[in-house]
Structures are given as C-alpha cells and as structure tokens.
C-alpha cells in the first residue's frame, strides 16, 4: 500500500465556497469520496435552503396550518440539533425566525436600518422528531437553517467520506469546519486564532465561528447584525466574533450564533458542565 497523500477540492455549495481536504493512497478514491460529498452537501442545500423556491424549506411556507406534516430525514435531523439549541438557550437561537431574515435581507438591500420583529409574529412549530414530521400553528414559521445548516451539511459531507474509507479529512463550508481523523503524522487538524498565536489541534469534532463582520448593515446612527434575538425581537449591533468547538460542526454552528446574542460568557453559563465544547472570543480558521 503506498503512502497517504494530501487532496484538496472546492466547490461553490451552499451560497459559499465549499472545502474538502482530505488524505488518501489513491486519487481515484479521492476523487470519488470527494464527489460523493459534494453531491451530499447539493442535497442538503436541496432540502435547507431558503433561496431556492423548491426547496423543501421554501415549499413548507404553504403547508396547512394545525396539520401534523413528514418531513424528510434530512430536515428533521438537523431541526432535532436546532430544538435542543433553543431549549439550553432559552430561545436566544430558533429556526422559526426566517420572515424576520427575509425582512432583514430587504433593508440591506436599501442600506435601511432593520426594525424590530416582534416576538408573535415568529409563529409556533411543533417537532415529533421520532416520527420524522412536524405541526405549524398560524401565523406559519419560515424555517431558516442558515445559523445550523452548514456545519450540519459539513458533518455529513465527513459520514460520506468515511463511507469511502476516508477518515482522515477535513469539510470546510464557509467557515464553518467539521474535522474527521488527524493528517498523517499529526495530533490533530491545525486550527487557530485570526490575529494571534493561539493554535489548537483538533480531530473528531467541529468548529463554528459567528460574528458581526460576516453580514451585517451600515446606517447613519449604528451598525445592525444579521443576527435577531428571537427571544426580543431586537436586532443584535455590534459584537465580537465568537467561534465554539463541539462534537459536531452542526452543535457548533447553532451555538456560535447563538453566543453571539447571549454573549461568550452568556453561551459559557448554558454549556456548563457539557462535555466536548469550548467558546473563544474571536474567529478561528485553519
């Protein structure tokens, strides 16, 4: 068997660039595995995306109110880490915002300051996640995965992978990083801090990072995140970065945002005594 060497693929997925590094003895089975994912991450967007007009998303907008409704596999799994997030942060992440992320995109667009988006207007959304299917109460939830979607699509761009035997791997949406087993010869996957010397070498979990310089609006009396704290209907000003490391890239991603409407110390408070997870002031990236 020959040596382990180094692939690297990027495609456009996800509205973002879309990274696979991954170490294999042969580049044919590189390539496939790598393709494999990709075509996974396309069904992910397939499913989660709230630009596309067909998407499973988009078409739930027009479900009939107080109706129990399946959904498919790749909705309700990421929905199930998303329900978990709001229930530990007392509602400072939920799915359930996306009218007000529509809205939010529209005053970009004019460079207008956004306005609050009360609370009720949010709408009510019960899971059955055993049972694969979901209840909207009027006014119906637009669903929006975009605080959760990447690092989930990561996560599961990594299962394929190791479906193909490859396990040493990284899978880098946007940011947003779920790490497999270590490069040849390493502890870990080389993360660090922007700015500064701080490096960590992680394998096996993900790695999120959220913060006002990613999407954000510029008026004349502040500056407004893309970020609702939907439990206020307030938009968030202006913050840190903040990235979170987690057993998974989706936990990761969700609690990113999440700390950046509660704060890092705030996200410190929820996740005290959980395994696995750390919050740094300040983006990461490999």
């Given at each position: 068997?020959?040596?382990?060497?180094?692939?690297?693929?990027?495609?456009?997925?996800?509205?973002?660039e879309?990274?696979?590094?991954?170490?294999?003895?042969?580049?044919?089975?590189?390539?496939?595995?790598?393709?494999?994912?990709?075509?996974?991450?396309?069904?992910?967007?397939?499913?989660?995306?709230?630009?596309r007009?067909?998407?499973?998303?988009?078409?739930?907008?027009?479900?009939?109110?107080?109706?129990?409704?399946?959904?498919?596999?790749?909705?309700?799994?990421?929905?199930?880490?998303?329900?978990?997030?709001?229930?530990?942060?007392?509602?400072?992440?939920?799915?359930?915002?996306?009218?007000?992320?529509?809205?939010?995109?529209?005053?970009?667009?004019?460079?207008?300051?956004?306005?609050?988006?009360?609370?009720?207007?949010?709408?009510?959304?019960e899971?059955?996640?055993?049972?694969?299917?979901?209840?909207?109460?009027?006014?119906?939830?637009?669903?929006?995965?975009?605080?959760?979607?990447?690092g989930?699509?990561?996560?599961?761009?990594?299962?394929?992978?190791?479906?193909?035997?490859v396990?040493?791997?990284?899978?880098?949406?946007?940011?947003?990083?779920?790490?497999?087993?270590?490069?040849?010869?390493?502890?870990?996957?080389?993360?660090?801090?922007?700015?500064?010397?701080?490096?960590?070498?992680?394998?096996h979990?993900?790695?999120?990072?959220?913060?006002?310089?990613?999407?954000?609006?510029?008026?004349?009396?502040g500056a407004?995140?893309?970020?609702?704290?939907?439990?206020?209907?307030?938009?968030?000003?202006?913050?840190?970065?903040?990235?979170?490391?987690a057993?998974?890239?989706?936990?990761?991603?969700?609690?990113?945002?999440?700390?950046?409407?509660?704060?890092?110390e705030?996200?410190?408070?929820?996740?005290?005594?959980?395994?696995?997870?750390?919050?740094?002031?300040?983006?990461?990236?490999?």
């Amino acid at each position: 068997m020959g040596s382990q060497q180094r692939f690297e693929y990027r495609r456009v997925r996800m509205g973002t660039e879309a990274r696979i590094v991954l170490y294999s003895t042969n580049e044919q089975i590189a390539r496939r595995a790598a393709e494999a994912a990709f075509s996974r991450i396309a069904a992910i967007e397939d499913v989660l995306s709230d630009y596309r007009t067909d998407s499973e998303v988009i078409v739930l907008r027009d479900a009939p109110v107080d109706t129990w409704i399946a959904v498919s596999d790749t909705l309700i799994e990421p929905l199930a880490v998303a329900e978990s997030v709001r229930e530990w942060t007392g509602g400072a992440f939920d799915v359930r915002c996306g009218r007000a992320t529509d809205a939010w995109r529209g005053w970009r667009s004019v460079a207008t300051a956004p306005k609050p988006f009360g609370p009720s207007s949010v709408g009510t959304l019960e899971v059955d996640i055993p049972a694969s299917r979901i209840r909207l109460r009027a006014p119906i939830p637009w669903l929006d995965f975009g605080g959760i979607g990447k690092g989930w699509a990561a996560d599961q761009a990594i299962h394929v992978l190791a479906d193909h035997n490859v396990l040493q791997a990284m899978v880098d949406i946007g940011g947003d990083m779920s790490l497999g087993a270590p490069p040849p010869g390493s502890d870990g996957w080389r993360v660090g801090r922007l700015g500064l010397s701080q490096v960590w070498m992680l394998q096996h979990c993900g790695v999120a990072t959220s913060g006002f310089q990613q999407q954000h609006i510029d008026v004349e009396d502040g500056a407004w995140s893309h970020l609702l704290d939907p439990r206020t209907g307030q938009w968030v000003g202006r913050h840190q970065d903040i990235t979170v490391i987690a057993p998974t890239a989706a936990l990761a991603d969700a609690l990113a945002s999440a700390a950046c409407v509660l704060g890092a110390e705030g996200l410190r408070t929820v996740i005290d005594g959980m395994d696995g997870i750390d919050v740094i002031e300040g983006a990461c990236r490999p």
